[in-house]
């Protein structure tokens, strides 16, 4: 079988040593060098309480590092190096050398080998085709195979194994060198006798002691014993112990014993040991002597008692008595006629009767009686009075007692006052009792006490007892200074309380209708007179009287009256409502009241030193003055309290009446007197009434554009760009703690210049000929309505047209020869002109007969359009000039509509320098809100033609008047009439 070294717990078993303390370790499989890749499981063994989590393991895997600590029982490893364990505070255990080896021939070992194990030593190929192994020791062969087995290994199997290998065909491999050193499965054993030196009849144990291996501590063994050469009691038994229940002189002889294990394969015999009989002689009377050699011993003293033999055996037993009450035992082993000794300090309990005992087995010997006697010295009396109370009344029988807690009789007692002797007293034992001093009491007897206790050994003194002897007071006398009846708040009052007579200390109490304002104590007559001095208020106004006690009852006076007469206090002024802010309209009260002050109490109520009420007249409560509130009723107010002792003022107490805001007004501001794209609008919102701070909101078609707070009340502003979007109605709100107000809206509408347009030219074919009608057509991509367009050939007019909603416009002509060249168009909206590319056209001439007839209608139609353009502009340039020289189509002039879009900022063109505000009023609050813009603009320097191109050009300077019916929608804006 495989030797698999393992560790059980090391319980102490008779006759073996003490187990050791240090854990081992076990391995799975057994051996200490293994193949790369495989895995040993490593146990602690030897500590089942422990739990795994508290088993540590040390792996020690370079010398030059630290351990690394590794926790769990058992441990499965893949690495080489040194390993340890430990459980919780055990000492570590004996390191393990595991070796994961790459070789291509190991030897595997056991760990550790004892003597009487069945071995296998195992070698093992990396390489299958390795073959014709052979096992070596100390360089000498023994067999051929891939294992070696030793059945009973003893010391002769110590020694260096390894084993060869050969490899086909020219090759061996040697293995690494096993070192198997036979171990002792447990030591010799030893033979003990106790007692080492038995005595006829004594009762002797034979114990046979030997200790196994901690790693066979699991091995059963067996004792048998031997005397001389015979086997004693029944032979092999599990127990090392042997006894001799009663060893007689023939029992003398030489004995031995065996150990070995169950098998009897491995036995061990111990060395022999001799049992000499001895013979006892019996003690002689013991003799007891007490150190020192005196009758009397004060407590206190040392006192030694001595007992000794002079003749017996060892070991000798003594035993010390008091009144046959052991004291104490001692046992003497190995000296002759030794004197035995007990010391102890003596006290009152130590009197009495000594004697000793002295006993070696034949039984006892006594010595004689000794007697002694302890004196004890009095303790400290305790001097008490009866009955127990300090003070004590003049005429009372009063009893004295003198005590001690302990001394030896007879005791003499000694009354003493002020170091005078009263009496003298001795008590001859505890059965006297106590002797007491009686003597009724006058004043003289007030004094201290004492008394003294005395046996022999020096008096001892008692505490001192005070005694007051006292005389009860006469009723007191209780008197005022200033003596008034009637005195002013604020005044100082000295009250005196005064007795004829009576013993000190005397306490004194002043005390107002039955509350005590203070108490005084005397303690004798040279303190004189201490009177309770306080300054006047109205709750002093009550009767007043005066106790005095010393211990035997108080006495009381008679009582006496005092009036005070207390002014007003400062008022204090409270709103109710109970806030310092109210809302313009609500009802305040104004309440004034004082806290002292004898009635009647006269009060007035101001507001910025200026009377608000007429006087009111109240006792108790104060007084009220109530009124509704407007925004000038903000400020301080104040109230005064009189009762003819002068007037006196409250604190200022500041209102603030919060007043909601007004309907807010909107106005816009733009930078010319109609609103273009990219221009900077600025709206203005004010609330002319309403508490500040007040929180403006603006609104474009109902949605927020941003907000902005007046700390201090007044208009706020708020500015952006101008994009097409911003279009449409605008509004703001104000609002404060109070609520909020929202204004009229104003539309706006957002003027975008025109771009530069696009000319397109159509014709019948592709190549234009004489007598085709060409169609010219203009549009601006972007601008708002209405647009003018005007059509050139070669930089000269051929007419114009509008479009009034938007959008482009065509103009039809009847090509002649003439007609060939470049042509281009300009549209206009009145904030500035633009002009389309050029775009060349080529007119093909007809044949002859065709020319006439051809030519002639081109030239009517010519001339009929002439005229038409010129009936045109001639009415054009005389509206205009009605109009004040402002197109009919002037975007200002038509409602705008109202985009819900952000709006989009344009500017209107450079010769306009117009500085428009739109604002919007509502005085009343009707339903009519009158609207107005304002520009103004510099004149011409130049007379204005009828031309179009002069036309266009012409600066207006209209003033419009609107009038917008107000709504909660979107606003209207009707134009009026111009206005020159």
Not at 335 to 349: G, K, M, Q
Not at 884 to 912: C, F, K, M
């Amino acid at each position: 079988m495989l030797l698999w070294p393992t560790l059980l717990v090391l319980a102490p078993v008779i006759g073996q040593f003490a187990p050791a303390l240090k854990p081992v370790i076990s391995l799975h499989p057994p051996w200490t060098i293994v193949s790369q890749g495989q895995t040993v499981d490593l146990t602690c063994n030897g500590f089942h309480s422990y739990t795994p989590e508290k088993i540590k393991w040390y792996h020690l895997y370079h010398e030059k590092q630290l351990p690394r600590e590794i926790l769990g029982n058992p441990i499965r490893v893949n690495e080489s190096g040194q390993y340890r364990c430990q459980a919780q505070d055990s000492p570590q255990s004996n390191p393990v050398s595991l070796v994961f080896s790459s070789a291509p021939l190991i030897l595997q070992a056991p760990l550790s080998v004892f003597e009487g194990d069945f071995v296998v030593l195992r070698c093992q190929a990396k390489k299958k085709e390795m073959l014709n192994i052979a096992f070596f020791k100390d360089d000498k062969k023994l067999s051929k195979s891939s294992n070696f087995s030793i059945y009973h290994a003893n010391l002769k199997d110590n020694g260096a194994y390894k084993c060869i290998g050969y490899e086909k065909p020219c090759c061996s491999v040697s293995s690494n060198t096993a070192i198997i050193q036979v171990e002792e499965l447990f030591s010799r054993p030893v033979l003990t006798v106790s007692p080492h030196q038995p005595a006829n009849g004594d009762q002797v144990t034979l114990t046979c002691e030997t200790q196994l291996a901690p790693q066979r501590s699991d091995v059963q063994l067996q004792f048998r014993f031997f005397k001389d050469n015979s086997i004693l009691g029944s032979g092999w038994s599990r127990l090392p112990d042997f006894q001799i229940s009663s060893i007689r002189t023939k029992d003398s002889g030489s004995y031995w014993c065996e150990a070995g294990t169950v098998t009897e394969r491995i036995k061990k015999q111990s060395l022999r040991s001799k049992i000499n009989m001895r013979s006892i002689v019996p003690v002689s009377a013991p003799v007891l002597t007490l150190y020192p050699a005196k009758a009397k011993f004060r407590e206190g003293d040392m006192m030694t008692l001595r007992c000794q033999v002079w003749k017996g055996s060892f070991p000798i037993t003594y035993q010390f008595f008091h009144e046959d009450v052991l004291l104490k035992k001692i046992t003497s082993l190995y000296t002759y006629w030794i004197e035995n000794s007990v010391s102890f300090s003596l006290s009152a309990e130590n009197s009495g009767n000594y004697y000793c005992t002295a006993d070696n087995g034949l039984g006892p010997q006594r010595s004689k009686t000794v007697s002694l006697s302890v004196i004890v010295p009095v303790s400290a009396p305790v001097l008490t009075l009866h009955p127990a109370e300090a003070k004590v009344r003049e005429g009372d029988i009063v009893t004295l007692y003198c005590e001690v807690q302990k001394g030896s009789f007879p005791i003499t007692y000694q009354f003493l006052r002020e170091g005078v002797v009263l009496k003298t007293v001795t008590f001859q034992s505890a059965s006297w009792g106590r002797r007491p001093v009686t003597f009724s009491l006058t004043a003289m007897h007030s004094r201290n006490y004492y008394c003294t206790a005395d046996n022999g050994l020096g008096p001892q003194r008692s505490e001192a007892v005070s005694l007051s002897v006292i005389v009860p007071v006469s009723a007191p006398v209780l008197t005022l200074h200033p003596a008034e009846a009637k005195v002013r708040e604020g005044d100082i009052v000295t009250l005196y309380c005064e007795v004829q007579k009576g013993s000190f200390p005397i306490t004194y109490q002043f005390l107002r209708e039955g509350v005590v304002l203070k108490t005084v104590t005397f303690q004798s007559a040279s303190w004189g007179r201490r009177p309770v001095t306080f300054s006047l208020t109205a709750m002093h106004s009550r009767n007043y009287y005066c106790t005095a006690d010393n211990g035997l009852g108080p006495q009381r006076s008679e009582a006496v009256s005092l009036s005070v007469i207390v002014p007003v206090s400062a008022p204090v002024l409270t709103l109710r409502p109970a806030k310092t802010t109210v809302r313009e309209g609500e009802m305040v009260t104004l309440h004034c009241e004082s806290q002292t002050g004898s009635p009647p109490i006269w009060y007035e109520f101001y507001h910025k030193d200026v009377l608000l009420g007429p006087r009111s007249a109240s006792s108790w409560g104060g007084a009220s003055f109530s009124l509704y509130v407007t925004a000038e009723h903000s400020g301080n107010y104040y109230c005064k309290a009189d009762n003819d002792f002068g007037p006196q003022h409250s604190e200022a107490l500041h209102l603030f009446v919060s007043v909601p805001v007004s309907r807010p007004v909107l106005t816009l501001q733009t930078p010319k007197a109609q609103a273009v794209v990219g221009d900077m609008l600025e709206l203005h919102c004010e609330a002319l009434r309403g508490s500040p701070p007040i929180l403006y909101r603006f609104y474009h078609e109902h949605v927020i554009l941003g907000n902005n707070s007046a700390l201090s009340g007044g208009d706020v502003s708020f500015t952006f760009f101008l994009t097409t979007e911003h279009s449409g109605s605008y509004s703001c709100e104000a609002s404060n703690m109070l609520g909020a107000q929202h204004s009229d809206m104003v539309i706006l509408k957002v003027t975008v210049p025109v771009s530069p347009p696009v000319l397109t030219l159509q014709t019948p074919r592709a190549q234009a000929v004489v007598g085709d009608v060409l169609e010219l057509h203009c549009e601006a991509l972007r601008g708002s309505p209405p647009i003018w367009y005007w059509f050139y050939h070669e930089d000269v007019t051929l007419g114009n047209s509008s479009a009034p909603h938007g959008g482009g416009a065509s103009f039809n002509l009847s090509l002649t020869i003439e007609h060939s060249g470049n042509y281009s168009c300009e549209a206009d909206n009145g904030l500035g002109a633009q002009r389309s590319e050029a775009v060349t056209l080529f007119v093909q001439g007809l044949a002859e007969h065709r020319s006439d007839p051809v030519a002639t209608g081109v030239t009517c139609g010519l001339l009929s359009m002439v005229g038409l353009a010129t009936g045109v502009l001639l009415f054009y340039c005389w509206f205009s000039r009605k109009a004040g020289e402002r197109p009919t189509s002037d975007p200002s002039r038509s409602p705008s509509n109202l985009s819900p879009q952000e709006p989009t900022y344009h500017n209107v063109p450079a010769w306009i320098e117009l500085q428009p505000v739109y604002s919007n009023v509502n005085p009343r609050g009707g339903d009519v809100v009158y609207s107005e813009v304002r520009s103004s603009q510099e004149k011409n320097k130049h007379a204005a033609t009828c031309s179009s191109q002069h036309l266009r050009k012409k600066e207006p300077s209209v003033i419009y008047s609107q009038v917008k019916v107000a709504s909660t929608g979107p606003q209207i804006l009707a134009a009026s009439a111009p206005h020159r």
